[in-house]
């Protein structure tokens, strides 16, 4: 997969604000992530939805500091993208001797050959406004070769989570949490088989995470 051209783009919406900050410091994120138990549900989710094979190329679309390579075989082809230049440095010095990496806005991730068995976007959709969103599914399915798929998780709002639970997401540095259905009728512009869990249980804190395996058939 060639590197990415370099197209202007529009913002990712999502607030920085106040303590909010400290997440955009690779080493903040991490931190952060542990203690809400997120390597617990990063496992379950690449062992029971991704299920890697070493032979397997994947295009991650929003890779943070590289959080997901630790959780995947060796010799997997991982190519990642991120607009924080902080996460991307810091998942080239750490994995830059198994992956690829670029910093790069979303919407300027390349359309390139289509050969991607897998494309992950994690927790990225809720920091789209809809014309992002429906740009990121355009280019996962112009990504994944036939057979290959689109796997996400996002935060999620529906009414059966708790209050608690309701307002940790609306902290979020994100401002387009969404409820399932809302990112159903994203994915299914492009995508016509689509498979969903809805986890209450994901992290340690109170929270709602709704996947989506898209496929390209």
């Not at 010799?75 to 750490?94: C, E, K």
């Not at 406004?129 to 994944?144: G, H, I, K, N, Y």
């Not at 995508?191 to 709704?210: C, K, M, N, S, V």
């Amino acid at each position: 997969m060639p590197p990415p051209d370099t197209a202007a783009s529009s913002h990712v919406a999502h607030d920085d604000s106040g303590l909010r900050r400290l997440l955009t410091l690779p080493q903040a994120y991490d931190a952060f992530q542990t203690l809400i138990g997120g390597d617990a549900y990063r496992r379950w989710y690449i062992d029971t939805l991704l299920q890697p094979r070493a032979d397997m190329t994947i295009l991650d679309i929003g890779c943070g500091p590289g959080t997901m390579l630790p959780f995947l075989p060796v010799g997997v082809r991982y190519v990642g993208f991120d607009m924080n230049p902080r996460y991307i440095a810091h998942a080239q010095a750490t994995f830059g001797h198994r992956a690829q990496f670029f910093a790069r806005h979303v919407d300027a991730t390349p359309v390139a050959t289509a050969g991607c068995d897998a494309v992950m976007a994690n927790a990225i959709l809720h920091h789209l406004d809809d014309a992002q969103a429906e740009q990121l599914v355009d280019t996962a399915w112009q990504q994944c070769k036939p057979g290959g798929f689109l796997l996400t998780y996002d935060n999620a709002s529906v009414p059966e989570q708790s209050r608690l639970a309701r307002w940790i997401i609306g902290r979020d540095r994100g401002r387009h949490v969404r409820t399932p259905e809302q990112y159903l009728t994203l994915a299914r512009r492009r995508f016509a088989r689509i498979e969903t869990t809805l986890r209450h249980d994901g992290y340690r804190i109170p929270y709602t995470l709704f996947t989506m395996k898209c496929w390209r058939d």
